[in-house]
């Protein structure tokens, strides 16, 4: 059974969004944060099997923001149990803006991620990834689900 995309994007991804502020707000003042990364958990049918999504942004190094965003693939409650055990890091960024979109409905292929310079420019991205995974039935109802922007690309 297909996890329901649509919970994914809103609770999941919202804690990813409350946790990346709560982490912000105890940081306070001191050195700009400025490094991000994105970790998937991708199995080969994510129509059958879902997609695990961990994005952190804005930590002090690549490192803290990879066990940061794995956390959050891994813990992902709306992520099947096998594409959480897939989970790895895609990409680190820093100074851009991260983003994914995907098909809410469960059991379709639709999901795209991306890294640009600025918040449109990935959303852009993400969606043309999404739509070429959707197949033509399916590719009206990719949708930007989340997104992220680190350092200056915040601003």
């Known amino acids: 059974m297909?996890?329901?995309?649509a919970s994914v994007s809103k609770s999941s991804l919202l804690r990813i969004i409350g946790t990346a502020l709560?982490?912000?707000t105890q940081l306070g003042s001191g050195p700009a944060l400025a490094d991000g990364a994105v970790v998937l958990g991708r199995p080969a049918d994510?129509?059958?099997?879902?997609?695990?999504?961990?994005?952190?942004?804005?930590?002090?190094?690549?490192e803290a923001a990879y066990k940061a965003a794995l956390n959050e693939?891994?813990?992902n409650?709306?992520?099947?149990?096998?594409?959480?055990?897939?989970?790895?890091l895609v990409a680190y960024f820093k100074d851009q803006c991260a983003?994914?979109?995907i098909d809410k409905k469960a059991g379709t292929p639709g999901f795209g991620w991306s890294i640009g310079i600025d918040k449109a420019t990935a959303q852009?991205?993400?969606?043309?990834?999404?739509?070429?995974?959707?197949?033509?039935s399916r590719e009206k109802f990719c949708e930007q689900s989340v997104f992220f922007c680190d350092g200056t690309a915040a601003k």
Do not use: Q, W, Y
């Open 2 to 5: 297909a996890p329901d995309f």
């Open 22 to 24: 709560v982490v912000g």
């Open 46 to 62: 994510i129509a059958k099997t879902g997609v695990a999504i961990g994005i952190a942004s804005n930590h002090r190094d690549n």
């Open 73 to 75: 693939c891994r813990t």
């Open 77 to 88: 409650k709306d992520g099947s149990a096998s594409a959480k055990s897939l989970c790895s």
């Open 99 to 101: 983003a994914v979109a």
């Open 124 to 136: 852009r991205e993400a969606l043309a990834h999404c739509i070429a995974t959707a197949g033509k």
